[in-house]
């Protein structure tokens, strides 16, 4: 399940999302080369990536926001630039350029603390823009609640989009982080499951100040939870029309 867009672009051009994902996208160019050495490899992320042991005895303090900037592969970056590019541009309208480029350094950093305290003992280098990203979603949930978000849904052969609220998407994809964390063994590799929840609960934590200020729950009801802005209609959006089967 994979969100393709939200239907209430930005008011204002999106600026920091998109030196975000150009910083993102160059940076793993830059040493995409050394991707098939492994002892190279190795050592660049021991330079740049957290590794938990590590981490967990004060060294090397600044990989919290290094590796927010390292992929592994072309699709970990394609997957999480896609979901910085739907949910971050009424973010950083909302809140302005630079309180959401400390608000996305705050969630990944956030994100990563939790991972070292869930996984002290751990040497598995962490990287990825996850966690920040997963933060970016957790302040969206909280002020954009109804928020139209087209989602290409993909079950074996059978490709469907669907429109569906910012909250149902969303509180899917934490449920599925938070049972990935109970079940996962963080010293093993793979996802980082508790970087994601806790970037997404660190989020939406650091955005209730602002939600407050806009009126907390009047601020729901004035802009009945999507963003404040005209809703875009897409040619391509999901048909009402009912599909009769043939014969």
């Known amino acids: 399940m994979f969100p393709i867009r939200d239907h209430n672009p930005s008011g204002r051009t999106p600026y920091v999302v998109y030196a975000l994902m150009a910083a993102n996208i160059l940076i793993f160019v830059s040493y995409v080369g050394i991707m098939d050495n492994a002892r190279v490899l190795q050592q660049f992320y021991f330079d740049y990536a957290i590794i938990p042991a590590r981490s967990a005895e004060g060294l090397a303090p600044e990989t919290f926001v290094t590796s927010m900037f390292l992929h592994g592969g072309w699709m970990h970056l ?124 660190v989020g939406l934590i650091v955005c209730i100040p602002l939600w407050l200020k806009r009126g907390g729950p009047a601020y729901w009801d004035h802009t009945h939870g999507h963003p404040p802005h005209p809703e875009t209609k897409y040619k391509l959006s999901q048909s009402r029309i009912p599909r009769v089967p043939r014969r």
């Open 78 to 201: 394609a997957g999480n630039m896609l979901f910085l590019w739907v949910f971050g541009d009424n973010l950083e309208d909302e809140m302005g350029h630079l309180p959401f480029l400390l608000f996305y350094l705050v969630a990944g950093i956030g994100a990563g603390l939790i991972h070292v305290i869930t996984a002290p003992d751990s040497v598995v280098p962490t990287i990825g823009a996850s966690g920040a990203i997963a933060g970016v979603m957790g302040g969206y949930l909280l002020l954009f609640p109804k928020a139209r978000v087209d989602i290409l849904l993909i079950l074996i052969v059978y490709f469907r989009v669907f429109t569906i609220p910012a909250f149902v998407m969303l509180g899917v994809w934490l449920g599925l982080q938070f049972f990935g964390s109970l079940s996962s063994n963080p010293d093993e590799g793979g996802v980082a499951y508790w970087a994601h929840t806790g970037g997404f609960v």
